[in-house]
């Protein structure tokens, strides 16, 4: 019986996750919160002193709220899982470029012949034995 595993994607993407609520919310309650309450605390003196004084708008004050700070967890956890997939599709597009099964052009395989094939498939590191490539190419065999 085949002991499971969980998957290294689900992992990363776990973890991903994590960092990304971490390092966000480091920068919200170091950067984005302070500046934001001073821009409107600066903002209130000045409409004290002045009545004909108008607000101008400020990038802190924008991007101080939860939902703001939730959107930003979620990119940066979107970028980590799409370099994650663009990281695998290299692997893959590079595994494209071996001839794992060499045949000449117009050479015939006898059913007595694909186990010589497979055992080449086979014969390939695990990381690579379950790439699209060598799973198609063995269901094919």
Known sequence: ?????????????????IISIIIVHAVY?????????????????EAANNPDYIRERSTWVLIK???????FVLMFWALAIMGYKGREILRERDLLDIDLVPIAEGMRILPEDTR???????????????MLLPRSLKNFL
Do not use: G, W
């Open 29 to 45: 309650v170091s950067v984005v919160r302070p500046s934001a309450t001073e821009v409107l605390e600066q903002q209130a003196i």
């Open 65 to 71: 709220d939860l939902e703001q700070e939730a959107c």
């Open 1 to 17: 019986m085949k002991k499971k595993t969980i998957p290294v994607e689900f992992v990363y993407q776990v973890f991903a996750l």
């Open 116 to 130: 010589e094939f497979a055992r080449q498939i086979e014969a390939l590191p695990d990381d690579h034995q379950n």
